[in-house]
């Protein structure tokens, strides 16, 4: 991988939050089920003015399961990037936005969300999978 990067990150937040738990009988089920639990990752790129984008990250995670008392956590994540005028052709942007950045923040971006689905009531999730976003990219470059 290049280690010269043609971006700058400007600054990181959390743009959404939701979490849905309907009832106790929801947060009881939750709480044991959770390691059916998955964890879905999205990534869109939003371009602003000035070379500079908006790059989303959305976490979702829920119960596949067809299960009425289940609950769902939701977290979109945005980081403000400054691309160098070089990068500017579509196979190097979507590298920065799909791979470089999502890379760069995700340790923060996890830490977020785990603190978040601490402080609803659930402490002892742990996400034991870590994301590889260099080969997430190359994996879908490929089916395209």
Known sequence: MDMTKNYKILTTFVKDVLSKIQNIESYLYLKDNIPKYT???DINSIPLKNNMAEVDVK???DDKSKKDNKGYFEMTHATIVRVEQEAVNKNELQKIFLRDVPTDVYPEIEKIFLEIVK?????DLKLEKKINFVELFEKNMGQK
């Open 39 to 41: 964890l879905n990752i």
């Open 59 to 61: 976490l979702t995670f």
């Open 119 to 123: 402080s609803i009531g659930y402490p």
